[in-house]
């Protein structure tokens, strides 16, 4: 039997139409249910704190030691190059508020946090809990996805702000102790460039990214099948597609900050 | 009153329900027996939606289910209904008395506050006692039956669909359920089917029962009506000597 080509497009296309399908519809009922019904604040305090508790170690090393690499890979670059340290500061802070805070946040999260729900949540659609909150009188949107969407919008942009911190820190400590560079410079390199507006195009990232990974994360959960294989299978998808999608999605969400003068 | 019109479902090409026409009146305890993998969980789901079935009609009180549109709706409409899943489907992020509490608050209108009472005095119907505070994964598999027997009954619904209410219990245990079920249906007037493959649970409870084979009720009658019956497939399913 030949396949045709356009048989395997077609097929392609329309398994992801589907796909496109099913998510807009998740993401429609959580809306729907988000106005329909009581918020539960218990669960949304619980799912924050449990995400931020999960995540904040990991995060808080990550900001550290990419704010500590960069000012050394600078510094030493900038020193055989032009024979001293400069801009450390500024490199660094550009570098950690803009792109790398935000997104190393997202991945740290994706990883643990992202990972966690769809575990939770597969596992409880492989042992018919999710049925059962139907059957009990709610559903999956209102007792699990609109707690965990809130949860990933208010941890992910304090995370990131800790990774910010940390990592220019980081870099202080590295520029202060292995560069000798005084502290004012560094500093100084920092403030003099940098205002708020480089800063919100780092920090209103996060909301982006907090979006897909809740997203992701509560749909691979929701889709799993096949019983304690599948929920490895789905957490394994899960991280990869939200780390991916918040890679792809940064560049453009960058690329539009930056035409709409956000930069 | 729950009525099915040729309910037909197939899972990746594999009928599992092939026309299914049953009526259950109100106050009636029905029950349905079949081998294992012939559907009788499938057959339940559908009457709440939990799967969708790919064609003919349920109509509950009167109203076409599968024609109920959109979530909010259908939750209303699955208020009517208790469902005790096969495996218990508790939620193992909660306590006991957390799981047996948890429909109260969206299902009826009692205060908070007496949450707890109700749940215990669910709980201990059941035979459950002391239990409250354990963890889902502390509990043995016939205690984990009695907890979701006990929240599937606690906002005391018009309907309950039973998916083996009393598989992994020992005699007197089945026998407390089987009262349990009967009690409900005479104090609360409340409608049950039960799925089950224990013959006297089925003969012993049921007003009617209902023999699924190939996706077809092959069988229905009342407890004597099958008792007499010379039809093979009621033999396959009542005779007691299993092992010689
Ligand atoms: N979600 C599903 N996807 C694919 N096939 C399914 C699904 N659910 C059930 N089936 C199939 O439908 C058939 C009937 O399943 P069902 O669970 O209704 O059987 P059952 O009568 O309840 O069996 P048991 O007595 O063992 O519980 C089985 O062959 C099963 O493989
Ligand atoms: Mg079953």
Redesign the pocket.
Same mark, same amino acid.
């Given at each position: 039997m030949k396949t045709n080509p356009f048989e395997k497009i077609g097929e392609t296309f329309i398994y992801a139409s589907n796909r496109a399908g099913q998510l807009a519809f998740m993401i429609k009922s959580t809306v729907i249910w988000f106005f329909k019904a009581p918020v539960e604040y218990g669960e949304i305090v619980k799912q924050s704190v449990r995400l931020g508790v999960n995540s904040v170690g990991v995060v808080m090393l990550t900001g550290l030691f990419t704010g500590m690499v960069l000012a050394l890979q600078t510094g030493y670059t900038s020193i055989s190059l032009f024979n001293e340290p400069l801009y450390i500061g500024t490199v660094v802070g550009f570098s950690i508020v803009k792109e790398l805070g935000p997104v190393l946040t997202a991945m740290v999260v994706a990883g643990r946090a992202g990972a966690a729900v769809t575990a939770e949540i597969g596992t409880m659609k492989v042992t018919e809990q999710i049925d059962a909150l139907y059957t009990l009188g709610t559903n999956p949107s209102r007792y699990l996805l609109i707690p965990r969407y809130f949860a990933f919008f208010i941890t992910l942009p304090i995370l990131t702000i800790i990774a910010d911190f940390l990592g220019v820190l980081g870099g202080f400590a590295v520029a202060m102790i292995k560069l000798r560079i005084p502290s004012t410079v560094y500093w100084d390199n920092i403030f003099i460039y940098m205002d708020i507006s480089n800063f919100m195009h780092g920090f209103l990232k996060t909301f982006f990214f907090a979006f897909i990974i809740a997203t992701v994360s509560c749909y691979k959960g929701l889709k799993t099948e096949g019983g304690a294989e599948g929920v490895g299978k789905a957490t394994t998808e899960s991280v990869v597609g939200s780390m991916l999608l918040v890679l792809v999605f940064d560049y453009f969400i960058s690329a539009f900050f930056i035409v709409i003068g956000l930069i | 009153m729950i009525k099915t019109e040729s309910l037909r479902k197939s899972?990746?090409g594999?009928t599992?329900l092939d026309g299914i026409d049953v009526e259950i009146s109100d106050g009636e305890i029905f029950g349905v027996m &079949?081998l $294992?993998?012939? &559907?009788? $969980?499938?057959?339940i789901k559908c009457l709440v939606r939990l799967v969708n079935p790919d064609g003919g009609r349920i109509i509950v009180d009167g109203r076409d289910i599968l024609k109920v549109e959109g979530g909010v709706e259908m939750a209303r409409f699955r208020r009517k209904f208790g469902y005790l899943f096969?495996e218990g489907a508790l939620f193992d992020s909660l306590n006991v008395l957390e799981n047996v509490c948890f429909g109260l608050r969206y299902l009826t209108d009692i205060s908070p506050g007496e949450y707890a009472r109700v749940a215990r005095e669910k709980l201990e119907l059941v035979g459950l006692k002391g239990v409250e505070n354990m963890r889902i994964s502390e509990l043995s598999g016939g205690m984990k039956k009695r907890v979701a027997l006990a929240r599937a009954i606690a906002a005391e619904p018009k309907y309950m669909l039973y998916d083996e209410p009393t598989t992994g219990l020992d005699p007197s245990l089945t026998k407390k359920i089987c009262r349990l079920i009967k009690e409900m249906q005479d104090r609360l007037g409340i409608t049950s089917i039960i799925?089950t493959?224990k013959v006297e649970v089925a003969f012993s409870l049921s007003d009617r029962i209902a023999i699924l084979m190939n996706g077809k009720f092959k069988v229905l009658g009342t407890p004597e009506e099958i008792r007499n019956s010379t039809s093979p497939i009621v033999k396959e399913f009542t005779d007691r000597s299993e092992c010689f």
């Open positions: - | 899972f990746s594999k599992v &079949g $294992s993998g012939s &559907g009788k $969980s499938t057959f096969q799925v493959h």
